[in-house]
């Protein structure tokens, strides 16, 4: 609980009704899309830069931890206020602030639903390139956070490579800017470990976005397969024939099944497994690069492959393939995704041995694929009420995890370690890796108020003593 | 801590002779950083005998610089101090290359003309352009971030890097990303020690995304009547839904070189040159260059193929703008948001003229780029040059970018800085240099703010 001072300094800031401490009130905060929960302080809305500074500070000053949030997407645990700290809601910062065709960049603030960025754009035949799943429900700040990926980014990167600068409020309240929109290389690239800090190092209060020309032409297709190997194996193969579609997207037959009770998108009810593939950009040749993916998949064992006559058509399939997730997660009570990732060679192989997992241990795997950047979504569903389940469904994870790093790969590709996967980043990085990486922490954070208890193993006890 | 001055560095060559072999240590060094020359240069033959020297150095209180190739020891500051020099040349060799994975991973010594040569033997391509890559190292690459002329199809380095490994100052080995597209496993070090000039650490491996090959390239050559036209013609690419390999402009001073590497016409050398590069599929390749062909005003120029396009690129990375066609005192390197390389390009023009220098540039016209090579290589009067650049900087600062000095920093008075006044962001840099190289062991005074 905060104190009644302190309470009303909040709101001598933010304003009186920006302030949230009912427990009632809270509750809204103590989740986000990762199943644990954890109760905040307070909920503190903010409408400018000098406002975030101002709460920093006066947090900083009282030693209270805090947490930026953005609409609670995070499925890792990121965004939960650990330690009763304090909740600095972003979502009323949601402009964007300028569009710089000229200079090819575009200035938002984080609250900014990712998708009204590429809205915005529309009108100068510009976008933004990246496009995690819930990039109609998620911020952008939170996307620079977790370094969010996305179906594109087997052809237009993550989107760390979109991001030129940020306005951070560091964990004093100090205002500074990180890059700018100038492609400068003289200096640390502080743009670059911001991003993907999972809001540790310091809040972002706008983001200097680098914009893209929108395609001139997009060929949509979908190749339908009697086996998840198979699907896996097509993937390798138009990888190492040199193609470069702008996404490779993959599922196997229980979620297409899913998705299909859940949207009725018209995917093949019957199918192993589907590669959505998308290719874009000039017209010339495109033809030939449709021919050639398609002649691969055929190669190998595709029982059909379609290609969407027109924008409906490209919408539905795209419907089910952005309706994945709530399709299979509204199956059961409760669900584990897994965001594992290894090298697109080892595709098969990975998809082979969490196949066996999954009957070995009698769970179903949902399976979802970035299968372009070898990055796997497998989800199991369970029920925590049953005994046994959940620790049974960890282990699994766990396991799921092991093999990725295995086969070259990591233990998270896009959705972050947040507190959900602490554990498994011994997996990837030994006590040095570590250590410098603590480095980084205490220079931005030395007193550890900023979303402590998150990416760095070390701080669990905090999740524990919550569970 | 030894007795006496800790920069007499003869008494510790014996032991880093044990550490390393004897004809591994030289004495004094074969190289100097600006003009001081370090009395040792030290020679690892891998990572842990250069764990060892680093580590050696970090009791004894050594102060010790970084080189690869020793193409760009020109860059950054005259190091704060230097006993000995590390030569990370002995760290070489292609570890793993996968093809169909689309991925290569280097030990920092191997020179880039090596890892691009194994990348077309396995039917890639390598995606760093940078100067002179017969002698540029993998490290000195990563720790610099050069990318050249065909970085607008590219990217910057940081994005066609996927992870790497390094020794901290004191000998410690870390690792960084991996070899997969994505990877949130914690803090994105691999950006942090990119371009971070040695003051973190020294990188040892780097692990590249590779390209596939493209059906066709093809490189335009534009003879351009003003800078004027170059930015009119640069605007109509940048709009269209055409995507550039190379757009790049070669001042009038750096055409001849050009179109003496292509056999072209010397007549169309008298002006400036837009060099235009596409690849892709050859369908599109072709569209692109008729395209672009079509727009009023476009002069024709030489269309160079694949083998001649390669060729130009080989002269256009083997010197710096000026670096053949006149004596050259200082390079600089400004970088601004992409839409002010003009008038940046225009200030130097005019600064050039009223103050009577030499001046020749190229302009990386994606990335927001300008080199300038500023002569006449005898400088009589060092605070005049000095004032020069200084009063470039100020103008590229008003375009809300920064000026580098490439070279040449020993022309410059006395004090110059060859990065400007840092942002205020050095500070959190300061914090984090402080934590991982607490005693400035490791390229001391090299980096922005003297960091």
Known sequence: MLSKALLTELRSIVGRDEVLDRPVDLQTYEYDAYGERSLPGAVVFVHSTAEVSA??????????????????????????????????????????????????????????????????????????????????????????????????????????????????????????????????????????????????????????????????????????????????????????????PATLEMMDGLTVNAVEDALACGYPRDAGAVLLIELDGLRDGMEEMAEQIAAICRAHGALEVRVAQDEAERAALWRGRQGTFSSITALAPNYMSLDGTVPRTRLPEALRRVSELGRSQGLDVYCVLHAGDGNLHPCFLYDEKVESQKEKVETASMEVLRICVELGGTVSGEHGIGVEKLPAMHLVADENDLRAQSLVKEAFDPRGLLNPGKVLPGGEAAVDAQR | MPSGDRRDASRPAGRLEQLVGAEAVVSPASIAIHDLRPALEVRPADEAQLSDVLAFCNREGLAACTAGGATKLGWGGRPERCDLLIRTGGLSGITRIDADDLSLCAAAGTTIAEARARAEAAGRIFPVDPRRPGEATIGGVGATSDQGARGAGYGAVRDVVLGLRAMLPDGTPVKFGGR????????????????????????????????????????????????????????????????????????????????????????????????????????????????????????????????????????????DPGGQSLGVAVTVRASVPVGEVWGVAEAAEDLARRSQLELAYRIHAARGVVMLGIGPGEVADPDRLGASVADLRRRVERSGGRLAVTGGLASLPPGFSPWGDPRPSVEIMRRIKERFDPERMLNPGRFVGGI
């Open chain 2, 180 to 319: 997969t597209m994505k990877n949130v496993a914690g803090y994105d070090m691999t950006k942090l020690f990119l371009g971070s000039f040695g003051v973190l650490g020294v990188i040892t491996e780097i692990t590249f995304r590779l390209l596939p090959r493209p059906e066709a390239e093809t490189l335009m050559i534009v003879p351009l009547t003003s800078l004027a036209q170059g930015r009119d013609i640069v605007a109509g690419i940048l709009d269209s839904h055409l995507q550039p390999l190379v757009l790049e402009v070669a001042s009038a001073a750096e055409a001849g070189s050009v179109m003496a590497a292509v056999g072209g016409d010397p007549l169309d050398a008298g002006g400036l040159l837009l060099m235009v590069g596409f690849s892709g599929p050859r369908a599109a390749v072709r569209r692109s260059v008729s395209e672009v062909d079509s727009w009023a005003g476009v002069r024709r120029g030489p269309i160079l193929e694949d083998a001649a396009a390669e060729r130009l690129f080989a002269v256009l990375s083997e010197h």
């Open chain 1, 55 to 244: 709460v920093v500070r006066l947090l900083a000053r009282e030693g209270i931890p805090f947490v930026p949030r953005g609409y609670g997407t995070n499925v890792s645990g990121g965004s939960l206020a650990l330690d009763g700290g304090v909740v600095i809601e972003m979502g009323r910062m949601d402009r964007v602030l300028e569009i710089d065709v000229p200079n090819r960049c575009a200035v938002v603030q984080p609250g900014i639903f990712t998708f009204d960025i590429s809205t915005a754009l529309e009108p100068f035949g510009y976008y933004y390139a990246p496009d995690p799943a819930s990039v109609k429900a998620s911020s952008v700040g939170g996307n620079i956070a977790e370094n969010a990926g996305g179906p594109h980014c087997f052809k237009y990167g993550v989107t760390s490579n979109h991001v030129m600068g940020l306005e951070v409020v560091l964990p004093d309240g100090e205002v500074v800017w990180f890059g700018g929109k100038d492609a400068d290389s003289s200096g640390l690239d502080l743009t670059g470990v911001l991003v993907g800090s999972e809001g540790t190092l310091g809040i972002v209060t706008a983001a200097i976005l680098r914009i893209l020309k929108t395609p001139e032409t997009v060929k949509t297709m979908l190749a339908i397969f009697a086996a998840l190997e198979e699907a896996g194996d097509v993937v390798s193969a138009i990888v190492a024939a040199g193609l470069v």
